[in-house]
């Protein structure tokens, strides 16, 4: 953290506003940039889609269009979230002090702007791949994936604000399987509702999970509507209670409805050891709580066969559960079918779904869900139409080509800025577009004071050395200021050098020829601070740079 006294007077001397140039030019080209990658990326993962609509055109089969539309459907908003991602980490490394924000706070906000530029182009392309598929479902998705990540949230909270001893640890690591637990257990749903996310069901839908319950031989549970535009139904066993989403409200008949709530009243159905068994992976995350000790604590070799440990059981856990899922989906099922007592009404109802939603019949990774093919011929309802094939393989590659071109961005941003502090001559604009980042703090300093403005340069040198704490940086600095009789600030500049070469040489050795040079150059304005006076000094000598 620079001292601010230290910032306003570089401040002085750049021109006015530059506090806000950083963000003026890069919140727009962050934006655009994310916008016309994420739509590049969604064009090219659409390019088989439009192939056959164009040979097809209305002949073309809804699950051959949801087969070739779900890579763009599924991955059309990576690109942003990379982006963000690459902004987080990039920007408070390569940025300087000069800007209206804190770094790290500059980094989220860039990181924000990018997401959301993500999501509203991969909304076009979505819009483009499936037009007919539920609309207004971004928002709403956003909302409950951050409901899902809000124990991940807590959990690194509690490891990152917990001192690194055993009694906090343990401490930390009960409270957050309890929050856990109870977050699992329903807690969730009283956020939404809350929020106005969730409201009671229409009369219309409470009847119907009433003559439902009514065959299965069961009071009716309580049933709420999720504000969602997809086209789904939960059910939640913990609370015993079940949620359809407003598009399945509005877009599914009476009789398709019965169909949904018979399969959810199969899963009300089940023992509360599967309820339990269904929340039991979030607590994998409690050891997160420890992850600043075992950083601190454990050498690397030892902290990665912990964390490869902490991955494979997670893999492990979600293995086993998969297939016991799957068997209770198919259950569910097979419930949904014979309290309709007409399995073909109900497989065509669960096709309605997957049609509307616009999800492929076959997908290439096995979920809990079984296949829609697979489900619809084990109730009896064999489809009118052959096997797909699953979505395309490597869908993902224009994602990884867009990361690959960002990331490749970064890297020469990067270099960019190193080469700074080398070049003859630095203007103000580096320091417009890295917010006065340490090597074009420097740069311009040097070039200011070969102009003949000592205090300019004396001020940039010290902010770049306040911002860095590097030996050659604070070294340079301190000369400035001596030369210009400022000797307190002089000395401290030389104390920040002499702290950063015994680190370098206590950590790389002393053998190294740069450890050599800056020594030297250390040594040189330890001279400088000692023959300082309030009266100011000779002129400065040549760097031994």
């Keep these: 953290m620079v001292e601010p006294a230290i910032l306003a007077e570089a401040l002085q001397h750049l021109p006015p506003g530059i506090r806000w140039a950083f963000l003026a030019?890069?919140?727009?080209?962050?934006?655009?940039?994310?916008?016309?990658?994420?739509?590049?990326?969604?064009?090219?993962?659409l390019r088989p889609l439009a192939r056959a609509r164009q040979v097809q055109g209305a002949l073309l089969h809804w699950t051959e269009a949801a087969r070739?539309?779900?890579?763009?459907?599924?991955?059309g908003?990576?690109?942003?979230?990379?982006a963000a991602g690459i902004l987080l980490g990039g920007v408070p490394a390569l940025t300087g002090p000069i800007g209206a924000l804190e770094p790290a706070t500059r980094g989220l906000l860039l990181a924000g702007v990018a997401f959301t530029a993500g999501l509203m182009a991969a909304r076009r392309v979505r819009e483009e791949a499936a037009p007919e598929a539920p609309r207004g479902t971004t928002a709403g998705t956003v909302e409950l994936l951050a409901l899902r990540l809000a124990p991940v949230a807590a959990t690194v909270g509690l490891a990152v604000v917990l001192p690194p001893e055993p009694a906090p640890l343990a401490l930390g690591a009960l409270v957050a399987g309890a929050g856990i637990w109870v977050w699992s257990g329903g807690a969730w749903l009283s956020i939404l509702r809350l929020t106005r996310r969730v409201r009671p069901a229409p009369a219309m839908l409470r009847d119907v999970v009433a003559a439902q319950a009514a065959r299965a031989g069961r009071p009716p549970p309580p049933v709420e509507v999720l504000e969602h535009a997809s086209v789904n139904a939960f059910a939640l066993p913990t609370l015993g209670r079940l949620l359809f989403t407003r598009g399945a409200v509005s877009g599914l008949t009476e009789a398709e409805?019965?169909?949904?709530?018979?399969?959810?009243?199969?899963?009300l159905a089940e023992p509360a050891s599967l309820a339990r068994l269904r929340r039991l992976p979030l607590l994998l995350l409690v050891p997160l709580v420890g992850a600043r000790a075992a950083w601190q604590g454990l050498d690397r070799l030892t902290l990665l066969a912990v964390l490869l440990g902490w991955l494979l059981g997670v893999v492990a856990l979600k293995a086993a559960l998969r297939r016991r899922l799957r068997d209770a989906e198919s259950d569910a099922d097979a419930a949904g079918a014979h309290q309709l007592a007409d399995g073909p009404a109900y497989g065509r109802a669960i096709e309605r779904i997957y049609r509307l939603n616009h999800i492929p019949a076959v997908l290439r990774r096995r979920g809990v869900h079984p296949d829609l093919f697979d489900r619809m011929v084990a109730v009896g309802a064999e489809p009118d139409w052959p096997r797909p094939p699953p979505p395309p393989r490597f869908?993902?590659?224009?994602?990884?080509?867009?990361?690959?071109?960002?990331?490749?961005?970064?890297?020469?941003?990067?270099?960019?800025?190193?080469?700074?502090?080398?070049?003859?001559?630095?203007?103000?604009?580096?320091?417009?577009?890295?917010?006065?980042?340490?090597?074009?703090?420097?740069?311009?300093?040097?070039?200011?004071?070969?102009?003949?403005?000592?205090?300019?340069?004396?001020?940039?040198?010290?902010?770049?050395?306040a911002s860095s704490g590097l030996s050659a940086d604070c070294a340079e600095a301190a000369i400035w200021l001596a030369e210009l009789g400022r000797c307190e600030a002089a000395r401290e500049a030389l104390s920040w050098a002499e702290a950063d070469l015994q680190r370098a040489i206590e950590s790389e050795g002393s053998s190294r020829v740069w450890a050599a040079e800056d020594a030297a150059y250390v040594g040189q304005a330890a001279v400088w601070v000692g023959r300082c006076t309030s009266a100011g000094s000779a002129p400065r000598p040549a760097a031994v740079r």
């Design 77 to 82: 908003a990576a690109p942003g979230l990379v």
């Design 257 to 267: 409805l019965s169909a949904v709530t018979g399969h959810e009243l199969g899963h």
């Design 68 to 75: 070739l539309s779900w890579t763009a459907r599924r991955w």
């Design 395 to 465: 869908g993902w590659l224009p994602v990884a080509a867009v990361g690959g071109a960002l990331a490749a961005g970064m890297v020469a941003f990067s270099l960019t800025v190193r080469s700074l502090e080398s070049m003859e001559r630095v203007g103000v604009g580096p320091i417009v577009w890295t917010a006065g980042s340490v090597e074009a703090l420097v740069g311009h300093g040097r070039t200011r004071g070969a102009l003949g403005e000592p205090q300019a340069s004396a001020a940039l040198l010290r902010l770049a050395c």
């Design 25 to 45: 030019w890069s919140i727009p080209v962050v934006a655009a940039g994310t916008w016309l990658l994420t739509g590049l990326a969604g064009r090219a993962m």
